[in-house]
């Protein structure tokens, strides 16, 4: 990698949405401790990863990164994993069985605790108390005690995405991945809608299909690729602390990885050129990705591939556009050029989640399904007039039966 880079060379430079812990010496001690841990996921699997992002790259396959906005420590269970793995699949089904083209699969899961805001604070009535800033710092009851960063979350941010890594891989390779059990990950509270009684018919025709394998002779039973898959797992790399702990030099190589995640990304918060987080991630082997905003200029893109991929490695680096649906045509355009004529070989992907909340009258933020569809196809149409591959998408999802984006199959408000 880049030289004069160390795991601590992030340290000088200003890094942004840090929390402020008050106890220095325990926030080092936690640290510490994690990092005599074992790794979370093998620079191996970064590896692997990253030869399938190539493969995005290269407009020979699709990436779905998808999950929690931010996982929960309280909501942790077999039960959430099991369920929010299950619309991984069933939406991976429908892209390949639809595009005809592999579908890589990472999930913001097993360690996207962390949340960036807008501000250090905020009003609960006339109490100014800290910000929620994710489990992984602090807890969410709307108490100043609550709110005070706490050290030890970190220590039990990693046992808790250790956890849900090993379930994941059970899951995964002992069964519930199996193509045969395609009609098994249909949500039951969305099985009576028109796009479930869609996804049903498009399971009919999976099962004609291995049928029909069968009966030719195809030995479909042995073939690991219709039992098993591989899910990555990826996080916003916001709490540099944290991540800095889990870095590991690979035995293999030499180089370095944060073994935290297969994949990191950089919000568009945390995207400043001379920043710690940028600092941080051009040093380590893992594929990257990066947020990319309406405001984000084709020279400072093009500047930004140079920071995080200056060898152009395909399948390195993911560029996360979060336009907006009114704005993803005339503001993605004229990146898409300027990185094509660069010679990157990024993979392009589309956040159609940031760029369209909006608050409800009852003062909840929500998101109109019309405008997350209007933003993907956008996102498409500027591809194809630029004759680019449109090679992702990267939304928050869960599978449980809630609501938060109004329209969709049932037509909420």
Known sequence: MAKSWTPTSWQQF??????????????DAALKQISTYPPLVFAGEARSLQASLAQVAAGNAFLLQAGDCA????????????????????????????????????????????????????KIGDLEIPSFRGHIVNDA???????????????????????????LRAF??????????????TQEFVGASPEGERYERLAAEIDRALRFMRACGVDTEN?????????????????????????????LTGEWYDCSAHMLWIGERTRQLDGAH????????????????????????????????????????????????????DSLRPLLKAVRDSGHPVVWACDPMHGNTITAPNGRKTRQFEDIVNEIAGFVRAHNAEGTWPGGIHIELTGDDVTECTGGGHSLT
């Open 14 to 27: 200003d890094a942004a949405q840090q929390p402020t812990w008050p106890d220095a010496a325990a926030v």
């Open 71 to 122: 996982e929960s420590f309280e909501e942790f269970s077999a039960n959430n994993i099991r369920e929010k793995l299950r619309v991984i699949l069933q939406m991976a089904i429908v892209l390949t069985y639809s595009m005809g083209v592999p579908v890589v699969k990472v999930g913001r899961m097993a360690g996207q605790f962390a949340k960036p805001r807008s501000s250090n604070t905020e």
């Open 141 to 167: 009851s709307p108490t100043e005690a609550a709110r005070i960063p706490n050290p030890e979350r970190l220590v039990q941010a990693y046992h808790q995405s250790a956890s849900t890594l090993n379930l």
């Open 172 to 185: 995964t390779k002992g069964g519930f991945a199996d193509l045969n059990r395609v009609h098994a990950w």
């Open 223 to 251: 073939n690991t690729s219709l039992h098993e898959v591989d899910v990555f797992t990826s996080h916003e790399a916001l709490i540099l602390g944290y991540e800095e702990s889990l870095t590991r030099q690979d035995s």
């Open 278 to 329: 940028i600092e941080f991630l051009r040093g380590v082997g893992n594929p990257i990705g990066c947020k990319i905003g309406p405001s984000a200029s084709p020279e400072w893109v093009i500047e930004l591939c140079e920071k995080l991929n200056p060898a152009q490695i395909p399948g390195r680096l993911t560029l996360i556009s979060r336009m907006g649906a009114d704005k993803v045509e």
